[in-house]
């Protein structure tokens, strides 16, 4: 037996629909995490790590759950040549992080033998992915040259392209003279406001940190509204860049545009907020889809020929023509975007795989 069977404890859990979801405990080292593989018809399951004091284990799977089966879908809706899955370490990710719980992680996910490939996720830095990466070949966007690195730039450049197809689906034109509301200027809401500022577009900026938002009053001309405020802002695209569940049926009858198109996860708070945007004639750029570019750019990592950021942005472009198919079908059957983003993934998913190159692995295993 190995040192990793001899320790670690490895509990299989059954979840209708995922294909496997295995709670992973190490006390000696420390570790209490679960990976959910939901679903790897078009490659290995992709999906960061997640560290998280839960409140209850079953805190902790749920999340995880939810997580995993949304990387499906998004990796889908992109088209990447990976699964969904997730993981998440239950751990105060305020303390610093002991080196062998993290190789002890590292190790639950060789265990998976590549169908599971971890990545960085909310309470887990570059850093710490340097440990993971030293003791698993499975594991992406690592503080090393040949890596991926900061995915925020290419995620909003991918939210660019995605509000340039929302700009000309509704008005025919491109970007100069329109009105942003961007809610948050953090990595990707401040590059963004960048890139729009350049395109001639007219901004309204909020951000919890005053810093920031001096920063874009200065650099982009952009006017300041207070956080309590952004959402109402007569503006013609709202642009999330914070947090999710904004949009729900108390703000939404609030709203003063014609768009939302910005990168937040998980902007809709229930599954009917689709539908009420919907008929307050609301474009929605569904969030998954818009906000690709970060995954993307990761996923190139995985191709043979090695991390190349001009095929990242290359792939990425096409979130452009993958949202204007949304909103085209979301018109022609009237149907609100974020349904028909959700059947174009289950779509691809069901289709065959036209390409069966392996991701390609490099490993920096004890570099
Ligand atoms: P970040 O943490 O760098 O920035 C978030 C910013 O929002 C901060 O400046 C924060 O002060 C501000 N903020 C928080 N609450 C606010 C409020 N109520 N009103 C106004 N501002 C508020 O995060 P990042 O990386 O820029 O991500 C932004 C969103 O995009 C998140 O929802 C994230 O999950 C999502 N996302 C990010 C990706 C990436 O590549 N970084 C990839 C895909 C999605």
């Not at 960048?194 to 001096?214: H, M, N």
Request: glycine fraction near 8%; include cysteine; hydrophobic fraction near 40%.
């Amino acid at each position: 037996m190995s040192t990793f069977e001899k320790n670690m404890k490895i509990r299989k859990i059954h979840v209708s629909g995922y294909e496997d979801v295995v709670e992973l405990i190490d006390e000696s080292r420390g570790l209490h995490a679960i990976i959910a593989i939901h679903n790897t018809s078009r490659g290995p399951a992709l999906g960061g790590t997640r560290v998280y004091p839960y409140a209850t284990f079953d805190h902790a799977l749920e999340d995880v759950l939810r997580l995993a089966k949304g990387m499906t879908y998004k990796a889908a809706g992109a088209n990447t040549q990976t699964g969904g899955g997730k993981s998440v370490i239950i751990f105060d990710n305020k303390k610093p992080k002991p080196k062998e719980m993290l190789q002890a992680f590292a190790e639950a996910v060789n265990y998976f033998k590549g169908r599971y490939i971890c990545a960085e996720d909310v309470g887990m830095s570059l850093a710490d992915m340097g440990i993971v990466g030293h003791y698993t070949a499975y594991a992406v966007g690592l503080p090393h040259p040949e890596s991926s690195q900061d995915p925020s730039p290419f995620t909003a450049f991918g939210v660019l392209k995605g509000i340039e197809a929302t700009v000309e689906y509704i008005w025919k034109s491109p970007l100069e003279g329109k009105i942003f509301a961007l809610q948050g200027l953090g990595a990707v809401g401040m590059e963004l406001a960048s890139y729009l500022f350049w395109q001639g577009a007219e901004l309204i900026v909020a951000d919890l940190d005053q810093e920031r938002v001096k920063k874009a009053v200065k650099a982009f001309g952009a006017t300041a509204i207070s956080p309590d405020k952004i959402l109402e802002a007569p503006c013609d695209v709202l642009v999330p860049c914070a947090m999710g569940g904004i949009l729900n049926s108390e703000s939404i009858p609030k709203l003063h545009c014609r768009a939302v198109a910005g990168a937040s996860n998980n902007q809709l708070l229930s599954a009917e907020d689709g539908q009420r945007l919907k008929q307050r004639g609301i474009l929605y750029a569904p969030d998954y889809v818009i906000n690709s570019g970060g995954l993307i750019n990761v996923c190139t990592e995985l191709e043979s020929s090695g991390y190349s950021p001009k095929r990242a942005r290359d792939q990425i472009t096409k979130i452009y023509s993958i949202l204007r198919e949304i909103y085209q079908r979301a018109e022609k059957r009237n149907l609100s975007t974020d349904i028909v983003a959700n059947q174009i993934a289950e779509e691809n998913l069901a289709k065959e795989r036209k390409n069966n190159e392996k991701p390609c692995l490099r490993s920096w295993v004890n570099a």
